[in-house]
């Protein structure tokens, strides 16, 4: 598995960013590096945990599960996003005007790293360009009350 890893990085270092975007640009290289390595590992995290709910494609369903494509709640509240991850959700929320009660599940097996990785491939997928998450961004998010 590490070995396909390594294979896909340095195919898309060598191709250029994986996601050519704002957001990638103004990284550092060390951080372009990160980037790119999380949004690979975060579509894995991402199809292994959250895709059933929110579909391959991000769009949620209908008003049962919100989307995550264009989501205006995501662009504005990282904080709240990762805590959503890591604890779960039972309260009511507005997604692009509309409102949503989810029942999303823990996600406590992932660690901050993961967190990080699954945010920033949602953050720059399906048109979505909301930026880079560090996985110490995650680990201040998770500490804030």
Not at 36 to 52: E, H, R, W
């Amino acid at each position: 598995m590490r070995l396909v890893f390594f294979i896909l990085l340095a195919f898309s270092m060598a191709c250029g960013p994986v996601r050519n975007n704002k957001a990638f640009e103004k990284l550092s290289y060390d951080d372009q590096k990160k980037y790119q390595k999380y949004l690979i590992l975060g579509k894995d995290l991402y199809s292994t945990n959250c895709a059933s709910c929110h579909q391959k494609d991000g769009r949620g369903l209908k008003k049962l599960i919100p989307p995550l494509a264009g989501s205006d709640y995501l662009q504005k509240y990282q904080i709240e996003s990762a805590k959503l991850i890591r604890h779960g959700a039972t309260q009511s929320i507005q997604v692009n005007g509309v409102p949503f009660t989810p029942t999303m599940p823990a996600h406590a097996h992932l660690s901050t790293l993961e967190i990080a990785e699954v945010l920033t491939y949602i953050n720059n997928s399906w048109g979505n360009e909301y930026g880079f998450v560090d996985s110490n961004q995650v680990k201040d998010y998770l500490e804030e009350n």
